[in-house]
């Protein structure tokens, strides 16, 4: 009798420690999928911002043409479905060039909706980062804790898989990772 008691009390003990970390690795995922979907949303954010850009632009450097639809062509194709970092890299090198037309186009640097845009779009780019590294810390504790022990032994079992870190993509390689070259001489 009391064999089977104690058997019980060890079965109901293994079965509260599952629930408690099966439920601690659901808040835990939860929290990655909330970083995930806040990077798509700021990247969402980046490219409703982008024909309003090209308008203001187009207005002082119209012949610039192939710069103003190369950005469209660019944003629509990063805006449309799953997030791709090759498309994102497009994207953020065509917008670049048509940043560069504001130093070429004094009287489009001083109009104030392009500045207006350019400031949006620098606090858009800063929120982009912030969600990166959220993202990457929710990961760090979703793994961390996904390995520790005991939740080790079950965690497989209960269907979490280890969660990717957010990489750098294309467009931000060899830029961020890099240490600048400065040079002081005259």
């Given at each position: 009798?009391?064999?089977?008691?104690?058997?019980?009390?060890?079965?109901?003990?293994?079965?509260?420690?599952?629930?408690?970390?099966?439920?601690?690795?659901?808040?835990?995922?939860q929290n990655v999928q909330q970083g995930v979907a806040d990077i798509d949303?700021?990247?969402?954010?980046?490219?409703?911002?982008?024909?309003?850009?090209?308008e203001t632009v187009?207005?002082?450097?119209?012949?610039?043409?192939?710069?103003?639809?190369?950005v469209i062509a660019a944003r629509n194709k990063a805006a449309q479905g799953e997030v791709k970092s090759s498309d994102e890299a497009q994207f953020k090198?065509?917008?670049?060039?048509?940043?560069?037309?504001?130093?070429?186009?004094?009287d489009l640097k001083a109009n104030v909706n392009f500045q207006e845009l350019q400031r949006e779009l620098?606090?858009?780019e800063d929120k982009l980062a912030a969600s990166r590294r959220a993202l990457n810390a929710a990961v760090s504790r979703f793994n961390t804790a996904r390995e520790s022990f005991p939740a080790i032994l079950f965690a497989g079992a209960l269907g979490f898989e280890q969660a990717d870190f957010h990489r750098l993509d294309d467009s931000e390689e060899g830029v961020v990772d890099q240490v600048p070259d400065i040079s002081f001489r005259k």
């Open positions: 009798m009391w064999t089977a008691i104690i058997i019980l009390g060890v079965l109901a003990l293994i079965a509260l420690l599952v629930i408690g970390i099966y439920n601690r690795l659901v808040g835990l995922r949303a700021q990247l969402r954010l980046r490219h409703d911002l982008v024909p309003n850009l090209v187009r207005g002082y450097a119209s012949h610039e043409k192939e710069t103003l639809d190369s090198l065509a917008l670049d060039k048509l940043l560069a037309l504001g130093e070429a186009y004094p620098s606090v858009v």
